[in-house]
């Protein structure tokens, strides 16, 4: 069976759950409209095609969950601190982030996080030059500063090892211009 089919599965498997779950009952019609709801979404209103330009390692990308996790809690504590604290409000600044992320997939991805990452939001993305301007709570400190730019690499770092091997790295014709979209 072709990967493209298999994926088509998914996404009608997929759709079709989010649908049971939006209407909170299971149930043989349920499903059924669901199913019927997912083939007419990928069939009327198909997404654009991604280009897929390394493939997964799963080890990494347990690694880079569990950082996501700690990073994460991490965060909610400072921000929840900073919140109750008996002191003026902590001193915001936009900060920016060169990255060496090479799909625009995966900086999708990395944007994604950072902006989920309580404390964080990405304010604007150069795509050509890979800059991106996040919006820090807490840059009062040396110290703040350098966390954040600590968990950014390290989040860029495992999303690399996860998605962008140098190795495995091949870009995508659509990139280059050499093939149309279709």
Not at 51 to 60: A, I, L
Request: charged residues 20%; contains cysteine.
């Amino acid at each position: 069976m072709k990967r493209a089919n298999v994926l088509r599965m998914f996404v009608v498997g997929w759709t079709t759950l989010v649908w049971v779950l939006l209407w909170g009952t299971f149930s043989v019609a349920n499903i059924l409209a669901g199913v019927v709801v997912s083939l007419v979404i990928m069939f009327v209103l198909p997404l654009p095609r991604v280009p897929v330009e390394g493939r997964v390692h799963v080890w990494s990308a347990m690694r880079l969950g569990a950082v996501i996790f700690s990073e994460t809690i991490r965060s909610t504590i400072n921000v929840a601190w900073l919140a109750i604290r008996p002191s003026p409000p902590p001193v915001t600044g936009v900060l920016r982030c060169r990255l060496t992320i090479k799909s625009d997939l995966v900086l999708t991805l990395w944007t994604d996080i950072m902006n989920n990452i309580p404390g964080t939001m990405v304010l604007e993305i150069d795509q050509v030059r890979r800059i991106m301007y996040v919006h820090v709570l807490d840059v009062s400190t040396d110290k703040a500063v350098a966390d954040f730019y600590r968990s950014a690499r390290l989040i860029e770092r495992l999303l690399i090892q996860t998605f962008e091997r140098e190795s495995e790295w091949q870009a995508s014709p659509w990139r280059s211009g050499t093939e149309e979209l279709t």
